[in-house]
């Protein structure tokens, strides 16, 4: 136990350490270059706009305008790291919308009810996607390819082609802020709290992680990298709190922007610390070895494409919300935009590797670049060539650098160093990065390592 307690922590300057930083393995340097374009391109339109991009109601109206497709990003993350793709998010999206406010409108159904039907709808046509993928042996990409024709063609069924208006109490989650309460002091008291609620949540995790390192024996990083790493987030947090709070008289955080921080907090929790979570990974990284290793790859193909649905269907009652009204159009290119969040944030095309964070901060990208360009004037046109370039150069670069054997940038600046220190961050610290699989993929070519019919889209 003694041992334990003496766990080596590094000293000294090292560029690894860098990756560390904001999680550590192999998508932590893809993470940490995308963070800093993300940063770049909010202060390059922050001043071609005269700063209305961190303007309080821009901000607001960004979160509302973007958190149905970073809850979407989230489940396809897991669809991906798994293997998989999931193309029929937007359509399920939009026929849970439609259900839920005929519901509430023609069904008399209560709020809190039709909401809870949304959610089991969600599930049964995930159950029924993924029974296909997962017990049939029918690639993901064909199930969900029927699936956006299917449900798409039932939203306008059910609902005549027609716009279907909602009640205002259930616009609230759409479009709803932080109640304010307490004295004027200038600011939403409600999102001052929040933020204060972040930060302190933040230093907690950082002192808890360490703490975890040493009980396990593991090196841990230089005490300078968790300084920096404390003081770049407390000060990204508290200047978010304080322009959310600064708005407009009756609007702060809002609701669907707490929503969609929930959803991040619960499923990092599952993918990083959970055994499903170590399961997906293996999954997407090696089928052969995790099927040796006992894991059932039917119930986790099954389970991604169940939680893809359910997802869906949260931010289907976002989107509605927000409208305030359900319609024939709703969802249209949601899929798109969530798959490129996805690829953006640092996934590997071939699975096994992605974060949930990664893939907020890809999607953030992608929203900057839609809200930055809308604001100068850009054309519609313009913009979808944009952001097609974005993504192909993201994925571009992944590639690229796995067939160079340099998974990211700080790779590149460690390569001297890694020929004298043989393994990668995980074999040093001891333990395996919890953002990435238990076990690596093959030397195999995707199609010589596809998985059997009946557990991947890659028969």
Excluded: C
């Excluded at 009810?113 to 949304?118: E, K, N, R, S, Y």
């Excluded at 220190?421 to 030397?443: F, I, K, M, Q, T």
């Amino acid at each position: 136990m003694s041992a334990n307690r003496d766990a080596p922590t590094k000293t000294g300057f090292h560029f690894r350490d860098l990756g560390k930083m904001f999680g550590g393995g192999q998508s932590s340097g893809r993470q940490v270059g995308i963070l800093g374009a993300l940063v770049v391109i909010i202060i390059l339109f922050e001043i071609l706009t005269g700063g209305l991009t961190l303007d309080p109601t821009n901000l607001i109206n960004l979160v509302n305008q973007n958190a149905y497709v970073l809850i979407l990003a989230i489940g396809m993350v897991m669809v991906i790291i798994a293997g998989h793709i999931d193309l029929s998010v937007g359509s399920v999206a939009a026929f849970v919308g439609i259900v839920v406010a005929t519901a509430m409108v023609s069904w008399h159904f209560p709020v809190p009810v039709a909401i809870l039907l949304g959610l089991v709808l969600g599930a049964v046509i995930g159950a029924w996607q993924g029974w296909w993928v997962a017990y049939v042996g029918v690639p993901a990409f064909i199930v969900t390819l029927a699936g956006m024709l299917i449900f798409r063609g039932a939203n306008q069924y059910f609902g005549n082609s027609n716009t279907v208006t909602v009640p205002d109490s259930f616009t609230f989650i759409g479009n709803g802020s932080i109640p304010d309460f307490g004295p004027n002091i200038g600011y939403s008291n409600g999102t001052l709290i929040l933020g204060i609620l972040a930060i302190a949540a933040l230093v907690w995790q950082e002192f808890r992680q360490r703490r975890t390192q040493t009980l396990m024996g593991a090196e841990k990083a230089p005490v300078w990298v968790s300084v920096v790493k404390l003081v770049v987030l407390v000060f990204v947090a508290g200047g978010a709190t304080m322009l959310f709070a600064s708005g407009r008289v009756g609007t702060s955080f809002p609701i669907s922007g707490i929503i969609l921080g929930v959803l991040v907090l619960i499923y990092s929790f599952v993918t990083r610390n959970t055994t499903v979570g170590r399961h997906i990974y293996a999954v997407g990284g090696n089928w052969h070895a995790a099927e040796l290793s006992g894991v059932k790859i039917k119930r986790i193909n099954f389970f991604v494409m169940l939680n893809m649905s359910v997802l869906a269907s949260v931010a289907g009652m976002i989107g509605v919300a927000r409208a305030g009204a359900s319609g024939p159009g709703d969802g249209t290119g949601w899929e798109l935009d969530a798959i490129a969040a996805v690829f953006i944030g640092g996934a590997a095309v071939a699975g096994g590797i992605g974060t949930i964070v990664g893939s907020i901060i890809g999607g953030l990208v992608i929203a900057i670049l839609n809200n930055g360009l809308q604001l100068l004037g850009v054309s519609n046109d313009r913009v979808q060539i944009i952001k097609g370039l974005v993504l192909l150069f993201a994925v571009g670069i992944d590639v690229y650098s796995k067939r160079q054997g340099r998974p990211s940038i700080i790779g590149i600046l460690t390569r001297r160093r890694r020929s004298t220190n043989v393994g990668d961050d995980a074999s040093v610290a001891g333990v395996a990065p919890l953002d990435r699989p238990s076990v690596e993929p093959g030397e195999e070519s995707a199609e010589a390592s596809s998985r059997p019919e009946s557990t991947t889209p890659n028969a």
